[in-house]
């Protein structure tokens, strides 16, 4: 770990899975590690700066986690990973990124750096990037039928739509080079 790292907390109730994820990090960033819902929401302070989340876990999911994060004031950004592919539901929910188990080192690293990144931008660019990302992960995983009828995922492409017209060329380009990142990892 360097000095001044960026903090991450892993939070998966499987004790291997976070010590792979933190043998991964640790030489970049200091990792902090807890395998339950309830640990985690004692754990975050103001010096995490990003959490990696399971979405499945015993006592408090990953989903009641995030809402429990997020009621208590931490606008931390979160990368849900989980073996669940994501669905419609991921819209409405307040994260930045999602990962599907199992994950590679380098998937790990980049959506961990992409998270950082976005936890400096502004509210309106962090949530574009977000529902882009969102955006990229249900192409990925879901039939085309499936997204056609869902009235969610067309009000976030309208959202998407919405805000690329009225966004800057530069907020465009991160988030196009960010979610191929994303595109790259679920294409794996």
Do not use: C
């Not at 291997?16 to 990792?31: A, G, K």
């Not at 989903?63 to 539901?89: F, K, N, T, Y």
């Amino acid at each position: 770990m360097s000095e001044g790292a960026e903090t991450v907390l892993v939070v998966d109730d499987e004790p291997s899975i976070v010590e792979m994820f933190r043998t991964w990090l640790e030489p970049t960033y200091d990792v902090r590690t807890v395998t339950d819902g309830p640990t985690a929401l004692e754990t975050v302070d103001d010096d995490v700066d990003l959490v990696l989340l399971d979405r499945r876990m015993p006592r408090r999911n990953g989903d009641e986690v995030l809402a429990g994060l997020r009621e208590q004031g931490h606008d931390v950004p979160v990368v849900m990973v989980s073996a669940v592919p994501p669905d419609v539901d991921v819209i409405d929910a307040p994260l930045d990124s999602y990962l599907v188990k199992p994950v590679d080192r380098e998937a790990l690293q980049r959506a961990v750096a992409a998270g950082l990144l976005t936890a400096s931008l502004s509210a309106e660019t962090r949530e574009y990037y977000a529902n882009a990302v969102k955006r990229s992960m249900l192409e990925a995983t879901k039939l085309r039928g499936e997204l056609r009828t869902s009235d969610a995922y067309r009000s976030l492409v309208d959202d998407l739509e919405a805000a690329e017209l009225s966004g800057s060329k530069r907020t465009g380009r991160m988030t196009q080079d960010l979610t191929g990142d994303v595109y790259r990892d679920i294409e794996s």
